[in-house]
Structures are given as structure tokens and as C-alpha cells.
Antibody, heavy 119, light 108 residues
Framework: QVQLVQSGDEVKKPGASVKVSCKTS????????FHWVRQAPGQGLEWMGW????????NYADNVHGRVTMTTDASTRTTYMELTGLRSDDTAIYYC????????????WGQGTLVTVTS | SYVLTQPPSVSEAPGKTATITCGGD??????VHWYQQKPGQAPLLVIF???GRPSGIPVRFSGSNSGNTATLMISRVEVGDEADYYC???????????FGGGTKLTVL
């Protein structure tokens, strides 16, 4: 069982940046990486990117590439997602998810962090 | 990017079998995963790799995948199964997951 605990909700102005954290119970051998998935109000799930904490490799979705940075801190078992140049359509719940070794599915999810972008 | 198509909504009576489809080009050769999302909650993996069930998921949940359609079936459906359900596959070209648009299951 992997537990993911995310940081609290945020309210930001357009053009600002937000950094969401996700503390995990383990960076064990079963962990291949972490994904970030967001969900706009009333909408479906949108993949944003993933990071492999072992080597720092990342893969970002085209629609946020250039504005998103994912990092990890192994000493605290924490993964971060920073999004810059916030716009109103970035308003969403942001989820971090666990990606197990050899899997193509996301087996554990954080509780979500609501980021509201408003002037 | 690979496209997954789900019906926006499905309704079924309690005790019956609810069926939710996920369409994609030759999806039968891919592994399909399903997530349940209840209002105000994070998604929960209910089916992995077409038909596998994570620990704690009732046996009432099952899945199949063939041709151009994957299917999630919930037998003896209960009011507590009302939720949005999302299918997901891996896009090997882009090396990332792809989600279907989601299906709202109503049990009435």
C-alpha cells in the first residue's frame, strides 16, 4: 500500500506560479515514478506528466510543456509539480499518482489539490 | 495521440448488470484499466490489465477487452456504485497514459 499526501488548496492570480507537493510513504523498489493528472471542474481526467525519481527523467504533456516542472526530493520522499504562467483554465484539482514498476496503470492516488486561478 | 471513446452516461436498475464500454482502434491488443471516481473523491483503480482486480475491489467488478471495445461490467449493481468511470490505456508512442472521457453511472 502506497500513501500519497498532497499539499493544501491554493488560490492564485493569473500569471502567477503554483507548486504542489506530494509526500509518499515510499520510494521503494515497486515505484517506477509518479504522474500528475488534473481535472477541471465538471471535466474528465487530463494527464500532465510523469517523473522517475531514480534518474529524474520526465515526460510532459504537450499542452503544459514549457510551463510545468516536476521534481522529486528522495530525502523527504516528496514529489513536486510546479506550473507557471497560470491562466483561468488551469483551475482544476491536481492529483499525484503512483506508478508501479512494470505497470501501465496508476495504482494509488493522492487526495487532490484544488488550484483556483482568479483575478 | 490514441483516442478512447466512452458513452457520457449509463443507467441501470439495482441488482442488474451495468455495462460501460470504452472504444479505441484495435484496443484489444492493449491493456485497459478502469477507475471509479465518486463525487468529491480521487479516482480509484477498480480494474487493471483488462480484467485484474486490485485488492479490496468486489468480485462484482469485471472487465473484458476484444477488437475495438473494452468493457467494464458491474454485476448486481448497487446505489453505492454510482460514480464516474474512466478507462485508460498506455500510449506507447508518447510514453504516457491516455484516459477516456468518462461515463457517469446512475443506478435507479
Amino acid at each position: 500500500q502506497v500513501q500519497l499526501v498532497q499539499s493544501g488548496d491554493e488560490v492564485k492570480k493569473p500569471g502567477a506560479s503554483v507548486k504542489v507537493s506530494c509526500k509518499t510513504s515510499t520510494f521503494s523498489s515497486i515505484t517506477y515514478g509518479f504522474h500528475w493528472v488534473r481535472q477541471a471542474p465538471g471535466q474528465g481526467l487530463e494527464w500532465m506528466g510523469w517523473i522517475n525519481p531514480r534518474n529524474g527523467n520526465t515526460n510532459y504533456a504537450d499542452n503544459v510543456h514549457g510551463r510545468v516542472t516536476m521534481t522529486t526530493d528522495a530525502s523527504t520522499r516528496t514529489t513536486y509539480m510546479e506550473l507557471t504562467g497560470l491562466r483561468s483554465d488551469d483551475t482544476a484539482i491536481y492529483y499525484c499518482t503512483h506508478w508501479g514498476e512494470g505497470n501501465s496503470f496508476l495504482d494509488y492516488w493522492g487526495q487532490g489539490t484544488l488550484v483556483t486561478v482568479t483575478s | 495521440s490514441y483516442v478512447l471513446t466512452q458513452p457520457p452516461s449509463v443507467s441501470e436498475a439495482p441488482g442488474k448488470t451495468a455495462t460501460i464500454t470504452c472504444g479505441g482502434d484495435n484496443i484489444g491488443i492493449k491493456s485497459v484499466h478502469w477507475y471509479q471516481q465518486k463525487p468529491g473523491q480521487a479516482p480509484l483503480l477498480v480494474i487493471f490489465s483488462d480484467g485484474g482486480r486490485p485488492s479490496g475491489i468486489p468480485v462484482r467488478f469485471s472487465g473484458s477487452n476484444s477488437g475495438n471495445t473494452a468493457t467494464l461490467m458491474i454485476s448486481r449493481v448497487e446505489v453505492g456504485d454510482e460514480a464516474d468511470y474512466y478507462c485508460q490505456v498506455w500510449d506507447s508512442r508518447g510514453d504516457h497514459p491516455v484516459f477516456g472521457g468518462g461515463t457517469k453511472l446512475t443506478v435507479l
